[in-house]
């Protein structure tokens, strides 16, 4: 049997599975999928992945009747699609189960719920986009437009409804690589998952073609897409290093201080003289440690305490910074509560200056459900068995106010702060009003040790570097701390668990920053509503719940 022959035979044979076959089909290429992503950025594994997709898509037309058939086949696809999204999500997301055993002794009987339950919810999002590119379907290569537009429209929805969790967009297997990656300045993360499911899914066609040129140009033209993606990207970014912001010599701590420790009030002095130490510490025989930095920053909440209440420490800061310089880090606050009401609780950044005054602070809006807050009803049932949230805070944190104001630093271009996971949300790092000079963004991965969690959160961020024009400061308790010029280039940084300062200058930023930036998701949204035109015209369009290409009779393969 010749080769293109025996492909016909795999898809085929793909899209006749049923049952729990079919679903555990779907799972396995769903966490195939998942090597796309950071720490190992596979980006051909997405290929088979998404290929494996169409053909189970293919066969999963079923029931009698017009109304009766395309709800069958809509439930059939959504089934496929929550199995291909559970899979995916499990093999790319394992790593959370390193939160519950920080403390284990109270939340290791909750891990099966962190790491299955999550993926399990997350399907769902990836259900409806594959049930929505089904009834959509047609012959031929139309389908990889639709099921492009399925999975961009449904990653976007998961990007923003019940708070969102954009956590490994399909977009970040392009999203990761320097050259890629800058399409993201046009296009941002969804139009790069509009992308990279087109290119991914096309090469499905090879095996279910009608004609030799039906089966070979849509491969042909995803490999020319992503040479001119490739090409286009290395034309924007410039050979030479980003100008830099004169005056401004920043020094990033990253204390690695374990995560177990961290938030013990008994530790309280320890770990602020740990942070002064490495602070002042000498990285060169020529380096005068603090004296030669205008900004130091510390990653997200510092302290076991609130600085803001502790005049002695706040005096021991000021007397380490020295005239002329300021302190950013990341820390609890409480304000001062009314009458009748409990103390409320921030996850804030500050800005201390060297007579040990603290700034007006940046309060975290995008909260982190189950880890910084919980809704009152689950909050009362956790409690009753004696659990609560990662973060003991009581009643947990309160969100900020809405609408990001810039965080003003003497010496520093505006600042766009983001607090841990508030940098994955592409259209909140920015926001409205003036333009930053850069976005900083302090955290704490080390609930997840040496995973690829923390890397992934990294890539993440400096995706949103290349969509703004604006480079990116990043200051993490283990790592990955870092400097990212606007084009995605790392000027340097820490790695997971190291312990250590980084001294760099700030790079500029682009000016009047990226159509990105200007225009947001126009062009994805634009280019999702013409993928689905273009299924339309494409041969075969207006047929759709009828067989695929691989020429699967309608109810073959229903459970």
Known sequence: MAPPA??????????????????????????????????????????????????????????????????????????????????YGVAGLWWLGAA???????????????????????????????????????????????????????EWLRGHLFTGFPWNTLGMALGQHLWLMQGAAWLGLYGLTLAAVLMAAAPATLATGRSPGERRWPALLALAGLALLAGLGAWRVPAGPMPEVAGVRLRL????????????????????????????????????????????IWPESAFPFLIQRDPKALAQIAAALGPGRHLITGAARADEPLPGERLRFY?????????????????????????????????????????????????????????????AVPGLPPVAPSICYEVIF????????????????????????????????????????????????????????????????????????????????????LGEGTLYARFGDLFFISLTLGSILLAMWAPGGRRRGRASGAEVEEGTGSD
Do not use: C
Request: proline share 7%; charged share 15%.
């Open 6 to 87: 025996r492909l016909a035979a795999l898809a085929h044979r793909v899209a006749l599975t049923s049952g729990w076959r079919r679903l555990a089909l779907a799972w396995l290429a769903g966490a195939a999928g998942a090597l796309a992503m950071p720490p190992f950025g596979l980006l051909p594994a997405l290929v088979p992945s998404l290929v494996v997709a169409v053909w189970l898509l293919d066969g999963a037309a079923s029931g009698t009747g017009r109304w009766r058939r395309h709800l069958a086949t809509a439930w059939t696809a959504s089934a496929i699609g929550w199995a291909w999204g559970f899979g």
């Open 100 to 154: 519950f055993l920080v403390e284990a002794d109270r939340f290791a009987v909750l891990m099966p719920f962190g790491v299955l339950g999550l993926p399990a919810v997350l399907g769902l999002f990836f259900g409806f986009g594959f049930a929505l590119a089904r009834l959509l379907w047609s012959p031929g290569w139309g389908r990889i437009f639709v099921l492009g537009a399925g999975l961009a429209v449904s």
């Open 253 to 296: 701590v990253q204390p690695a201080v374990p995560q177990d420790a961290r938030f013990n009030p008994r530790n309280r002095d320890g770990i602020l003289q740990h942070y002064l130490g490495l602070s002042d510490s000498a990285t060169s025989p020529e380096s005068n440690g603090l004296a030669d930095v205008t900004h130091l």
């Open 347 to 407: 996850n804030s950044v500050m800005v201390i200056g060297a007579d040990g005054t603290v700034g007006a602070p940046y309060d975290k809006r995008h909260l982190v459900p189950f880890g910084e807050y919980l809704p009152a009803p689950v909050d009362r049932i956790l409690r009753t068995l004696g659990l609560s949230q990662f973060v003991a805070v009581p009643g947990g944190f309160t969100a900020g106010e809405e609408g990001r104001r810039r965080l």
């Open 426 to 509: 592409p259209d909140e790092v920015v926001g409205e009003g003036e333009r930053p000079g850069l976005i900083l963004n302090l955290t704490n991965d080390g609930w997840f040790g040496d995973t690829p969690g923390p890397r992934q959160h990294f890539a993440q961020a400096r995706l949103r570097a290349v969509e703004e024009g604006l480079p990116l400061v990043r200051s993490a308790n283990t790592g990955i701390s870092a400097v990212v010029d606007p084009y995605g280039r790392v000027t340097g940084s820490l790695a997971v668990g190291a312990e250590g300062v980084l001294d760099r200058r700030l790079p500029r930023s």
